[in-house]
């Protein structure tokens, strides 16, 4: 079955950090580029990072640049996203998301998408 | 990297022709050819239904349709459906080499 499971997400203090991890199976993981997309509670949808499929290219957010990492290996089919320095606002669904496109670099135009996990930044 | 613009809500028949705006810049939708559209049912994960401006993905109905002209796109659904009730969002490459999402337009069948 083609789907992205991710994991990780849950309730953390401001300042603290957290690693997102979401696992790719039924396509050939290596062959695309990989986003982290978010949602805030009743908001709309925010591109977070992306990384190609080779790591050569990536990007975030300039509200988590600094703060946030993406990685991917490629050999075990897993995304993942480091969280540090927390903050409140960053409360929200944390989507995995698999890039259209298997060219360099990444697209703006998401296929296949995993089934959020919820990170709450709170005191 | 401002959200695109688009307009919180439009609502049609069923079998009417609704159009959604996404207004941008020169440093996203005015300069790529990178524009893409998505449904959001209540309580689910997005669904592409147009890439690259103007192309569906295999398994959309051709009811949705989709263009660009200067800094602005358009989604078009024709033949308004109940099940096309959902949130839409644009998105876009930007010149930062970054992803901008739109603000989202509700969509309401009457």
């Known amino acids: 079955e083609v789907q992205l499971v991710e994991s990780g997400g849950g309730l953390v203090q401001p300042g603290r950090s957290l690693r997102l991890s979401c696992a790719a199976s039924?396509?050939?993981?290596?062959?695309?580029?990989m986003h982290w997309v978010r949602q805030g509670p009743g908001k709309g949808l925010e591109w977070v990072s992306g990384?190609?499929?080779?790591?050569?290219?990536?990007g975030y957010a300039d509200s988590v640049k600094g703060r946030f990492t993406i990685s991917r290996d490629n050999g075990k089919n897993s995304l993942y996203l480091d969280m540090n320095s927390l903050r409140p606002e960053d409360t929200a669904f944390y989507y995995c998301?698999?890039?259209?496109?298997?060219?360099?670099?990444?697209?703006?135009?998401?296929?296949?998408w995993g089934q959020g996990t919820l990170v709450t930044v709170s005191p | 990297q401002s959200a695109l613009t688009q307009p919180a809500s439009v609502s049609g028949s069923p079998e009417q022709s609704i159009t959604i705006s996404c207004s941008g810049t020169?440093?996203?939708?005015?300069?790529?050819?990178?524009v893409s559209w998505y449904q959001q049912h209540s309580g689910k994960a997005p669904k592409l239904i147009i890439y690259?401006?103007?192309n569906r993905p295999s398994g959309v109905a051709d009811r949705f349709s989709a263009s660009k002209s200067a800094n602005t796109a358009s989604l078009i659904i024709s033949g308004l459906q109940a099940e096309d009730e959902a949130v839409y969002y644009c998105?876009?490459?930007?010149?930062?080499?970054?992803?901008?999402f739109g603000t989202g337009t509700k969509v309401t069948v009457l």
């Open positions: 998301a698999k890039d259209y496109s298997d060219g360099s670099g990444y697209s703006p135009s998401f296929d296949l």
């Open positions: 998105s876009s490459l930007t010149s930062s080499s970054a992803v901008v």
């Open positions: 020169s440093s996203d939708i005015g300069g790529y050819n990178y």
């Open positions: 990384v190609s499929w080779e790591s050569g290219f990536i």
């Open positions: 690259e401006v103007s």
């Open positions: 039924g396509f050939t993981f290596g062959d695309y580029a």
